[in-house]
């Protein structure tokens, strides 16, 4: 038993305390417990935040309706892209066309770096995945990649958690450069440019024309569960507002931190919004964090097309 449920035999404590006055010169019972007199502590109060001003941004023709949405986007809709692999495999990456258009980007009422708000143009339409890639589309880029386990809190650790590393399942802990080079290897078997959407271009289609944070906006192109799914590489710097396309946010450079869009389904509500937006260095491979493409447009049809 410890000594503190009995008394030590044969004073030992009161012995060591003499040895040590006597050896050492040590007037020390590192048992007592000092009555210290308590003092009176000043507290720091921080400076309230500032409130911010929010000014009023023009934008014609926006915000618009589902119904505006679809007449935008035209007559097609949505092709397949699809990219021959070894043998009978082959990647098909639904992909769903974006029209030019401008938007307000960012929310007067969100966090800071969401502010302040600012009128965006997107220039020229793009296709952009339906979905985020998945585990086997990344394996035909990437044959070592394994997305791993959500690890699984609690005392009884019974199995390695809950599996991520499912073909059907979203391609997560790629970095932003992996993420890079997948769309450099599509190019290349395809022929057509494809990149990561910036963060202006993924906040335009999230939203859809909606003037605020509506859950679901993206259907009305026909894209579903953005951004609800998983957290998704955009190809931007992270730099604060107002956002700038022509500052060199966008233009790709394996460098700093890069803007990561959409949250995971277990994060907070307040997380889950259209225009929400967190920050990973360029090397990182994060546990819920994956990526969608998009391709420029042109006159070519991309292969299979849908109305």
Not at 91 to 100: G, N, W, Y
Not at 120 to 139: G, K, L, M, Y
Not at 213 to 225: C, H, L, N, T
Request: aromatic share 10%; hydrophobic share 35%; proline share 8%.
């Amino acid at each position: 038993t410890w000594s503190e449920f009995r008394a030590i035999p044969h004073g030992q404590r009161e012995r060591r305390i003499e040895l040590r006055r006597r050896d050492a010169g040590v007037e020390e019972d590192y048992e007592v417990i000092p009555n210290l007199a308590a003092t009176p502590v000043r507290p720091i109060i921080p400076e309230p935040p500032k409130p911010v001003q929010v000014t009023r941004v023009d934008c014609p023709d926006w915000p618009f309706d589902n119904a505006e949405a679809r007449r935008r986007q035209g007559k097609v809709r949505e092709q397949v892209m699809v990219v021959e692999g070894q043998g009978s495999v082959k990647l098909e990456i639904p992909m769903v066309r974006i029209p030019a258009g401008d938007f307000v980007m960012g929310d007067a009422a969100g966090a800071s770096d969401e502010n302040p708000l600012c009128r965006v143009r997107i220039d020229r339409p793009f296709w952009i995945a339906r979905a985020t890639i998945s585990n086997a589309q990344f394996a035909l880029f990437d044959t070592n990649h394994d997305s791993g386990y959500l690890d699984r809190e609690g005392k009884d650790h019974n199995n390695r958690g809950v599996p991520m590393n499912r073909p059907e399942q979203p391609v997560v802990r790629v970095s932003w450069a992996q993420a890079m080079a997948f769309c450099e290897w599509l190019s290349a078997q395809t022929g057509r440019r494809f990149t990561l959407p910036t963060e202006a271009q993924w906040e335009f289609v999230c939203r859809a024309g909606a003037p605020a944070d509506q859950a679901g906006s993206s259907r009305a192109w026909g894209i579903d569960r953005m951004p609800d799914e998983i957290s998704e590489w955009t190809r931007s710097d992270y730099r604060s507002y107002p956002y700038l396309p022509d500052d060199g946010r966008d233009d790709g450079l394996p460098a700093g931190r890069k803007v990561v869009r959409g949250a995971r389904g277990i994060n907070m509500p307040d997380n889950r919004r259209d225009t929400y937006r967190l920050s990973y260095q360029w090397w990182q491979g994060v546990w819920d964090v994956g990526f969608r493409v998009v391709c420029l447009d042109d006159a070519r049809p991309l292969v299979a097309s849908r109305p």
